[in-house]
Nanobody, 129 residues
């Protein structure tokens, strides 16, 4: 059974850090694009970051550039979203998703939600003092 499980969300003060985990079971992440999305109440789902497991290229949205990174641990079949210098506007439910890798020479930066086939259940991140 293919499954993605996110964890690591919670309540953090502005300026703090969290690391979200996206653990895959039933398949290996080695040959996929993995994306992180978020959705705040009343807002559309937003792509935050992605990594292509073929060439390890990454993308980070302008709204989080310089604060978020997308490291991975192949041995644990897990991709992370490292979030630093968190702001109240980062409050949202965060989802990881898996899709086919981009074509050679392409980046997952061009992916939207429809390009991903499997989704986790989401984890809540709240940034508040």
């Amino acid at each position: 059974q293919l499954q993605l499980v996110e964890s690591g969300g919670g309540l953090v003060q502005p300026g703090g850090s969290l690391r979200l985990s996206c653990a895959a079971s039933g398949f290996t992440l080695d040959y996929y694009a993995i994306g992180w999305f978020r959705q705040a109440p009343g807002k559309e789902r937003e792509g935050v970051s992605c990594i292509s497991s073929i060439d390890m290229s990454t993308y980070v949205a302008d709204s989080v550039k310089g604060r978020f990174t997308i490291p991975r641990d192949n041995a644990k079949n897990t991709v992370y979203l490292q979030m630093n210098s968190l702001k109240p506007e980062d409050t949202a439910v965060y989802y990881c998703a898996v899709g086919a890798p981009p074509l050679p020479g392409r980046s997952c930066s061009g992916y939207d939600a429809g390009d991903y086939d499997y989704w986790g259940q989401g984890t809540q991140v709240t940034v508040s003092s």
